[in-house]
C-alpha cells in the first residue's frame, strides 16, 4: 500500500478493516505478513523502518509458496482486494432503477 510517500506491507484482510468491511485477521495472517517483509528485506529488495516488530511472530517458511517469475503463467493469481476501486452506492442505483420503470 502507498500511502503519502510511504509503502507499507499489509495483509489484504488488513485493508479490508480500513475499509470498515467485516474481515477475520488472525494472528496467523500477521505472522504470513510479517515473514514476507522479513524475506523481502532479506533478499534486498526493502529496508524495514522498524524490523523489531516483524522479528516475532513469524511463520516456518513451509507455510508460504514463493514462485519464481518464470513459474508465474502456471498459476492462477488472484487479487484479493483493488486498492482505488469505486465504491457503488447500491441505495443511489436502485433509486435510479425505480425512475425507470
Known amino acids: 500500500m502507498h500511502k503519502q510517500g510511504r509503502y507499507y506491507i499489509v495483509h489484504f484482510k488488513e485493508l479490508f478493516a480500513l475499509d470498515?468491511?467485516?474481515?477475520?485477521?488472525?494472528?496467523?495472517?500477521?505472522?504470513?505478513?510479517?515473514?514476507?517483509?522479513?524475506?523481502?528485506?532479506?533478499?534486498?529488495?526493502?529496508?524495514l523502518v522498524t524490523p523489531d516488530q516483524t522479528t516475532t511472530n513469524v511463520v516456518p517458511l513451509n507455510q508460504l509458496k514463493i514462485l519464481a517469475y518464470k513459474e508465474k503463467d502456471e498459476w492462477?493469481?488472484?487479487?484479493?482486494?483493488?486498492?482505488?476501486?469505486?465504491k457503488v452506492n447500491y441505495e443511489h442505483s436502485e433509486e435510479e432503477g425505480r425512475k425507470e420503470d
Do not use: F, H, M, V
Not at 495472517?29 to 529488495?45: V, Y
Not at 493469481?77 to 482505488?84: E, S
Open 20 to 47: 470498515g468491511k467485516p474481515t477475520n485477521y488472525s494472528e496467523n495472517d500477521q505472522a504470513r505478513r510479517n515473514t514476507i517483509a522479513n524475506l523481502l528485506a532479506e533478499w534486498g529488495l526493502i529496508k
Open 76 to 86: 492462477a493469481l488472484t487479487a484479493k482486494y483493488n486498492i482505488g476501486s469505486k
